[in-house]
């Protein structure tokens, strides 16, 4: 089992920076690939940003990629989500998930634990 932690969420204006991380307790994530999805009500969950935990290749949504940078810190066990350059469509409950396996995916049935969520709000 891999229970996840998100943290970071909060306001922000547009045009500014906030960072997201993902602690991970359980299980060390050198065998996993981790994503960030985001949710708005009434809209599927969408993908954001995934890590492949051992090679460190990422992988970018388009309506985040230059602005958005994902990373881990394998000390820590931990992922986190640069967000630069916000816009008012970032908002979102933002999601940390682990997939088994060291390929990154893009979908999020492909992933097998999840975080609950930590809400990104962004002002015009």
């Known amino acids: 089992q891999v229970q996840l932690v998100e943290s970071g969420g909060g306001l922000a204006q547009a045009g500014g920076s906030l960072r997201l991380s993902c602690a991970a307790s359980?299980?060390?994530?050198?065998?996993?690939?981790m994503g960030w999805f985001r949710q708005v009500p009434e809209k599927d969950r969408e993908f954001v940003a995934a890590?492949?935990?051992?090679?460190?290749?990422?992988y970018y949504a388009d309506s985040v990629k230059g602005r958005f940078t994902i990373s881990r810190e394998n000390g820590k066990n931990t992922v986190y989500l640069q967000m630069n350059s916000l816009k008012p469509e970032d908002t979102a409950v933002y999601y940390c998930?682990?997939?088994?396996?060291?390929?990154?995916?893009?979908?999020?049935?492909?992933?097998?634990?999840w975080g609950q969520g930590t809400q990104v709000t962004v002002s015009s």
């Open positions: 890590i492949n935990w051992s090679s460190g290749n990422t």
């Open positions: 998930a682990a997939r088994r396996g060291r390929s990154a995916a893009l979908r999020d049935y492909e992933y097998d634990y």
């Open positions: 359980g299980r060390t994530l050198g065998s996993y690939a």
